[in-house]
């Protein structure tokens, strides 16, 4: 009982808020069965979707450290992302006997996990070592033109990442013992090496590691690395001058968002089987990046929320809507705007061509009508409304002096 | 308490490090000279004289885009995203110009065709320079003084609005642009030689950025432009209006990623709508290149990224063109933030 009073006594703008990190939980729990029950029993393509879906939620958390705490723009997240993938194709599946090494490397998939975090945060010491005494926008080019460079040497290096095509087949992940039964359709019985191809395997690993993740994030957050964070993103010279190491703690920011992504990376790999270097360029990103302006920077469950919901908006209704406007047009009478004609396209194209414009139009009009994102981080919304005019702060300081 | 900031602002200044990064610095440069001569010797005189009229052309292009984003970060310490898209909206909408004002290929030769094209890229340029003065006012001017983080990230959504919009006009595809210019040549000796329209794409950047940078230097509104870039604050109460003069500077900007628009559509006779994401990254290193904020530096530094990346195109595997270009992005960074021509100034 008390448990649940001191729940719903809390503050509900109070971060890390335990009601809505309760809410995630069941509705992470309640989402398969709602999948199964609502298709009679055929849910499984809608719980791989989300199993996808929790590689941006990581991705997310760990580009809001680098973003939304310590305020430094990266612009080239997906290159951590495509080094972590890449780690595990390499270190996991048959291809390094294509390669000139002739031997192939077959590591677990717990412990690739843990190396794509070494190495995307090795990768992240590198880049960020000398460059991270630049200011912001300089900083925001460095990480564009990296996440611009990777994919392109991976697609190049053919003779070790078979280039355009990729690599394919890569290991699923299994576990060392396992019981079956007749949940799954099978006799009681203990497994060896169980490999795990269902989705709903995925998404409990998913769910695990964000759940995970959301635990790291926020221990640091208000640790002493975390402070130092918001102070060199409020004002790096006074930061310094207050004996923060500004360099060492963009350095480890850097660091810290690099290895997410290098995580988040491994488990893309294992998840799709299949890593290209098509599938990490600037647009990956900047979909990350809308995800965490659009939630809300600096806020755990605002970002967590930005990334279900951007991902739903486009993988799941982008790709939906172009049939269902074919429907639409037809059922209303517009036929003819179903053909493509000229110039026009088809209404089913041109709803796809829509992607970039959303995309753009989000991210402007978020910043223009609530820079604070839809569930802010109390702090951050406080020096976006009120910090934006120094003249404003100053009245309110001695609005408050003379009360 | 002054001592111990100015000690941090050194420490965040890095200077002592200097001397060991203009060491390795020097190193890469000669180490990047020795393979490029070997290369050029290998493959003779004529061939480097090609390469370098082709470098020259492309990259008098990506000087006039290169302009528009020194000029802009200049006064408001942006960097506008938006501007390659500009540039490409200018090749856009000239191309729908072209045959409006009866234009065709093949069909329309001789000078005849000058005036026409005189016209079309005056209202492109027009067309580019309202545009930019309208993203400036809409997605800019409100963010002014809010975190900085801010109008970078609706400089980044404008980029996409301005490519998702002409995604929608016309479509994904590589768009053909009408072969307009001659294609006679020079002979420079051996096999090189200098087609017309590798002069015309020259002569009308080099004309364009000359007629900008006189502007800055002598003109009222030049002046005003720089006093804005040196202290807004000052400026404002030295009576310049500071919201007309970053407009005016936008529009300016715009006006020559405009015509770099419909000179590169003659010059490459294609154009995509994604075109400025790549154009105006190479534009925008080419103004780090030259230091930003310095209207000559970016001129030289586009120049510079054109044969660059000819160089690598030529002699080497065009493959690693985009890769060679960024990772000297990066390496301008670090080594020189300032640029090849910059002066050492201080973050603020």
Request: aromatic share 10%; hydrophobic share 55%; proline share 4%.
């Amino acid at each position: 009982m008390t448990v649940l009073r001191r729940i719903w006594e809390t503050d509900p703008r109070k971060d890390p808020n335990p009601l809505v990190y309760a809410l995630l939980a069941i509705t992470a729990v309640a989402y398969p069965i709602w999948a199964q029950a609502s298709t009679g029993g055929q849910g499984d393509f809608l719980i791989s979707f989300l199993a996808d879906g929790g590689v941006y939620v990581l991705l997310a958390i760990g580009l809001n450290v680098v973003v939304g705490f310590a305020g430094l723009l990266d612009l080239g997240y997906a290159a951590f992302f495509a080094i972590g993938a890449y780690t595990y194709a390499f270190l996991a599946s048959d291809h390094l006997v294509v390669t000139p090494l002739q031997e192939a490397v077959h590591l677990p998939f717990w412990i690739v996990l843990f190396i794509g975090l070494f190495v995307a945060a090795a990768f992240g010491i590198v880049l960020g070592a000398p460059t991270l005494r630049l200011r912001g926008d300089y900083l925001a080019i460095v990480t564009l033109g990296f996440g611009e460079i990777v994919p392109r040497v991976f697609r190049n290096l053919g003779v070790w990442t078979s280039g355009v095509n990729g690599i394919s087949a890569l290991d699923k992940p299994q576990l060392p013992l396992w019981i079956q039964g007749p949940w799954s359709g099978d006799q009681l019985e203990v497994v060896q090496n169980f490999k795990i191809i269902q989705p709903l395997g995925f998404y409990v690993i998913m769910v695990l590691l964000v759940g995970a993740c959301i635990v790291l994030v926020n221990n640091l957050r208000i640790s002493r690395i975390g402070r130092a964070w918001m102070a060199v993103r409020e004002d790096e010279v006074a930061a310094a001058a207050m004996g923060v190491n500004t360099v060492r703690v963009k350095l480890l920011t850097f660091a810290i968002g690099a290895a997410f992504s290098g995580f988040a990376g491994a488990f893309y790999g294992a998840k799709l089987s299949l890593v290209s270097p098509e599938n990490f360029g600037f647009s990956v990103s900047i979909t990350i990046l809308v995800m965490i302006v659009l939630g809300g920077m600096g806020n755990i469950p605002g970002v967590i929320a930005g990334a279900i919901l951007i991902y739903v908006v486009i993988f799941g209704l982008l790709g939906a809507l172009p049939p269902l406007a074919e429907e639409w047009a037809t059922s209303l009478g517009l036929g003819s705007l179903v053909a493509p004609n000229g110039d026009w396209p088809g209404i089913a194209q041109e709803v796809q061509r829509l992607r970039f414009l959303i995309f753009g139009l989000i991210l402007v009009l978020t910043m223009l009508l609530r820079p604070q994102g839809l569930i802010p981080s109390r702090v951050r919304q406080q020096e976006l409304t009120k910090g934006v005019n120094e003249d404003q702060t100053i009245e309110d300081v001695n609005a408050e002096a003379a009360t | 308490m002054v001592s111990s900031l100015a000690r941090v602002r050194g420490r965040l200044l890095a200077g002592s490090r200097g001397r060991v990064l203009n060491g390795i610095l020097l190193i890469l440069i000669a180490a990047a000279l020795v393979l490029v001569a070997t290369r050029a010797i290998a493959l003779g005189p004529a061939y480097f004289i090609q390469i370098v009229v082709y470098g020259l052309a492309d990259g008098s292009i990506y000087a006039l885009i290169a302009l528009g984003y020194t000029m802009v970060y200049g006064i408001v310490e942006l960097i506008n995203f938006a501007h390659g898209d500009v540039f490409t909206l200018g090749g856009f909408v000239s191309l729908w110009l072209i045959p409006i004002f009866g234009l065709e290929e093949a069909k329309s030769v001789g000078p005849g065709i000058i005036i026409p094209l005189v016209a079309i890229l005056v209202i492109s340029m027009l067309v580019c320079g309202v545009v930019n003065v309208a993203i400036e006012r809409v997605a800019y001017r409100p963010l002014r003084h809010a975190p900085r983080l801010a109008p970078l990230i609706t400089a980044v959504g404008m980029s996409f609005v301005l490519e998702g919009l002409m995604f929608l006009w016309r479509g994904p595809f590589n768009l053909h642009y009408p072969n307009l210019l001659p294609a006679d040549s020079i002979s420079l000796g051996g096999s090189a030689s200098i087609a017309y329209k590798d002069i015309a794409v020259i002569v009308i950047a080099l004309g364009l950025m000359t007629a900008l940078s006189l502007f800055v230097e002598r003109s009222k509104l030049g002046k005003a432009m720089r006093a804005t870039a040196q202290d807004r604050d000052a400026a404002g109460l030295m009576g310049i209006d500071i919201n007309r003069t970053i407009a005016a500077t936008f529009f300016i900007g715009a006006l020559l990623a405009g015509a770099g628009g419909m000179i590169y559509g003659l010059y490459f006779t294609s154009i995509a709508f994604d075109l400025g994401f790549s154009a105006g990254l190479y534009a925008f290193t080419a103004a780090v290149f030259g230091g930003i904020g310095n209207i000559q530096g970016a001129a030289i530094g586009g120049l510079l990224i054109g044969i660059v990346r000819v160089i690598v195109d030529g002699y080497f595997d065009s493959a690693w063109t985009d890769v060679v270009v960024f990772a000297l992005l990066v390496l301008v960074l670090v080594f020189r933030p300032t640029g090849i021509m910059g002066m050492r100034v201080p973050e603020k």
